[in-house]
C-alpha cells in the first residue's frame, strides 16, 4: 500500500534546471527519513542526498553539493529534488525512497520504500 511516484524529468540542456517530485501515499511521512538516487546503465547506483529522521540534517554528494537541493513538504506528502546547473554526467534515472528506520547517516542503500523512476537527460 506504499507507494512513492516520481515526477519531472525530462530533457534539458546543460546549464538547465529541473524539479523532481516525489509523492508519496499510504504512510505517515512527517517522521520518514528521504533519500534521493540516481543510475546510469553500467553504474553503480548513486546516493545523492537525503534528509536524516533523527535529527533533520542532509547529505549532498560532492558531485552535486551547491547545485542541488532537497526539500520536503510534509502537509502535501512529497519530497522534492531541485537541480541547478545541470551536466551531461547527471543524466541517470532518479530514484526517490523512504524509511521510517532511524540510521546513524541517512545516506545508505538499505531503504524501505522505492519509486520507480523518472528519467532525467541532460544533452545539447
Known amino acids: 500500500q506504499v507507494q512513492l511516484v516520481e515526477s519531472g524529468g525530462g530533457l534539458v540542456q546543460p546549464g538547465g534546471s529541473l524539479r523532481l517530485s516525489c509523492a508519496a501515499s499510504?504512510?505517515?511521512?512527517?517522521?520518514?527519513?528521504i533519500g534521493w538516487f540516481r543510475q546510469t546503465p553500467g553504474k553503480e547506483r548513486e546516493g545523492v542526498s537525503c534528509i536524516s529522521n533523527s535529527d533533520g540534517s542532509t547529505y549532498y554528494a560532492d558531485s552535486v553539493k551547491g547545485r542541488f537541493t532537497i526539500s520536503r513538504d510534509n502537509a502535501k506528502n512529497t519530497v522534492y529534488l531541485q537541480l541547478n546547473s545541470l551536466k551531461p554526467e547527471d543524466t541517470a534515472v532518479y530514484y526517490c525512497?523512504?524509511?521510517?528506520?532511524?540510521?546513524?547517516?541517512?545516506?545508505?542503500?538499505?531503504?524501505?520504500?522505492w519509486g520507480q523512476g523518472t528519467q532525467v537527460t541532460v544533452s545539447s
Open positions: 499510504g504512510l505517515t511521512f512527517d517522521y520518514y527519513a
Open positions: 525512497a523512504t524509511d521510517p528506520r532511524i540510521w546513524p547517516r541517512c545516506m545508505h542503500y538499505e531503504y524501505a520504500y
